[in-house]
């Protein structure tokens, strides 16, 4: 099972999956996000972590990857799991456009278009995974 990460500064979109991706909910991004990571990844007996890492349109890394990156080394100290970064860019906007051709008012307060930025987000991972040899961003520690 691998756990998909819609990392947001309020808000963190969830995803679980194998082979596909399915909804995981959100969280509070607050000092207990980490540990409640944690012990969901023990629950599902995860075996790896992907967090969208929002890449601007010229190839450079958004503002928030610096705070992306020191969540994933907490996390990965904490799990011992390793840490997958998938290539973002409109995943939260790509969200909005699916709920809104399912008749579901997307309301950036839900959480819904979280959780489903971090479906997309684990959806390309295993794309790419598919295609071809994946290496973790930050090894596992334990």
Do not use: C, W
Not at 83 to 101: H, K
Request: net charge negative.
């Amino acid at each position: 099972m691998y756990i998909g990460i819609d990392f947001g500064l309020k808000r963190i979109g969830l995803a679980f999956g194998e082979s596909f991706a399915f909804g995981g909910g959100i969280l509070e991004n607050n000092d207990e996000a980490v540990h409640r990571i944690a012990e969901i990844a023990k629950e599902k007996e995860a075996q790896a972590v992907v967090i969208g890492m929002p890449i601007r349109s010229q190839g450079e890394e958004g503002t928030i990857a610096l705070k992306i990156r020191n969540f994933a080394k907490s996390l990965n100290a904490v799990t011992g799991l390793p840490v997958y970064f998938e290539a973002e860019q409109f995943t939260s906007v790509e969200a909005e456009e699916r709920l809104s051709n399912s008749g579901i008012r997307a309301e950036r307060s839900s959480g819904k278009v979280d959780e489903l930025a971090a479906i997309t987000i684990l959806e390309q991972f295993f794309g790419r995974f598919r295609d071809g040899e994946v290496e973790p961003d930050i090894q596992q520690t334990n």
